[in-house]
């Protein structure tokens, strides 16, 4: 399954390749599971994302 978010930024591939490394260089920070897990429902909420706050939370429940 590709999430729709990765699909549309597909159209762009330079764009996804940039998301994509981002994210990986946040899950390497020094921050643990439950502090991105913060971080990312933060920014979700901040943004009032009706796609994102779901399927985050269903992340944090496994």
Not at 2 to 20: C, D, F, K, R, T
Not at 21 to 28: G, M, S
């Amino acid at each position: 399954m590709v999430p729709n978010l990765h699909a549309v930024m597909a159209e762009a591939p330079g764009l996804l390749e940039g998301y994509q490394r981002l994210h990986q260089l946040f899950l390497d920070s020094s921050f643990d599971d439950e502090e991105v897990t913060v971080v990312w429902q933060t920014i979700n909420v901040e943004h009032a994302c009706h796609y994102c706050v779901p399927a985050h939370t269903g992340i944090a429940k496994v």
